[in-house]
């Protein structure tokens, strides 16, 4: 038979995302994420969307080019930058912009003369990339010494914990600290992703860098996309491929770790941990019936799940399941956020781990 999984990405809810990105921080330029394919919503199907955005962040090269090869000629920031001489040619070729976050990089640059489009990424707070505040002036100073820079440089920080109130790092303190530093550096300045897109006005500057708010999902344990005006973008479905019951006390799936407290009819659906639906999604996750709740029961195999038939006694081989996203017309809905929870994981992992064998269906 041929596998009825899919995954339907709505172009309008892309586009709609990014207007509620601009509506949420006027005045602002948009530098919008497509790395991991996007978001796994497809990288150029992602950035053709956005093509209203002002620049578009990647994470490596590769995506990058990508970008180029759909016509592409928007500003293009490698997130994480460059760090063999090798890739130095193809950067200035393309026009693309790095983030400068490391010594070596420096070394990197200096040593092949061309100066490149920068960003210049400080770490405060975070601990992963970036310089230490206090060892700026010296790479600033390195940075003008050497001739690295074409055109103004433009300084970047990333917050830890913007998705949390009472988040640690502390992200006031760490939109506060960026300030202070870069106040008297001419250029152009960004800080926020998505959560402080949403959350932290304060931390808007000339550039935000939203990705999962434009697709229509929010960083947050207790808001989805819809409760901040966005549209989700991603729903993956897959139909019954086989019903049947089980008499109380029947064990159901791998390991039986699941039974049945009274008899009662399942649904087989053709979806799994091979398609991407997390083999750590819990007893009772949430799905969609024909539009209508119902639930996983037992474990998650490679190519099948088993959900609870008791409300859908029309339920047939074919009937569609969704396990997030929303039905075509929009009035069944089940958002990713809701399912991450029961999967132990964040919604960010769900949209980038649908697998090659889901067919994307772009509308
Ligand atoms: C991925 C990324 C973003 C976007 O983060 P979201 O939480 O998806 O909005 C912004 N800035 C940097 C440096 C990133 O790596």
Request: contains cysteine.
């Amino acid at each position: 038979m041929t596998r009825a999984t899919r995954a339907r990405i709505n172009t309008d809810a892309l586009r709609h995302n990014l207007t509620r990105a601009r509506e949420i921080a006027p005045g602002t330029r948009i530098m919008a994420c497509v790395k991991a394919n996007g978001y796994g919503h497809g990288l150029v199907e992602a950035a053709r969307a956005f093509r209203g955005a002002d620049a578009f962040a990647v994470a490596c090269l590769e995506e990058a080019l990508e970008i180029r090869s759909a016509g592409l000629g928007h500003p293009v920031v490698l997130l994480e930058g460059i760090h063999r001489q090798r890739e130095v040619e193809l950067v200035r070729e393309n026009g693309f912009e790095l983030v400068l976050h490391d010594h070596a990089q420096l070394d990197v640059l200096e040593a092949s003369g061309l100066p490149q489009k920068l960003w210049l990424k400080i770490d405060t707070g975070m601990h992963r990339l970036g310089f230490p505040p206090e060892q700026a002036e010296a790479v600033l100073a390195r940075i003008q010494r050497g001739n690295l820079a074409e055109g103004p440089l433009r300084y970047m920080t990333h917050l830890a914990s913007a998705d949390e109130l009472q988040g640690t790092p502390d992200t006031g303190e760490q939109i506060r600290q960026f300030k202070a530093l870069t106040r008297d550096w001419p250029g152009e300045r960004s800080i926020a992703n998505s959560a402080g897109v949403i959350d932290w006005p304060e931390s808007h500057e000339q550039w935000i860098r939203p990705g999962i708010m434009l697709y229509g999902v929010t960083p947050f344990s207790d808001r989805h996309g819809r409760d901040v005006g966005l549209l989700p973008a991603m729903t993956v479905s897959t139909e019954l491929i086989a019903i049947k019951s089980v008499e109380k006390g029947g064990r159901v799936g791998y390991g039986g770790g699941w039974s049945a407290a009274h008899d009662m009819p399942l649904g087989i659906a053709a979806i799994g941990y091979g398609d991407g639906y997390p083999w750590h999604v819990a007893n009772g996750t949430p799905v969609l019936i024909n539009g209508r709740p119902s639930r996983v029961v037992g474990r998650v195999s490679m190519d099948m799940i088993t959900v609870d038939l008791s409300d859908h006694p029309q339920a047939r081989v074919g009937d569609e399941v969704i396990l997030w996203g929303e039905s075509e017309g929009g009035e069944a809905r089940l958002p990713v956020e809701t399912v991450a929870r029961h999967a132990g994981t964040i919604p960010y992992e769900l949209l980038c781990g649908v697998t090659r064998r889901v067919k994307f269906d772009v509308d």
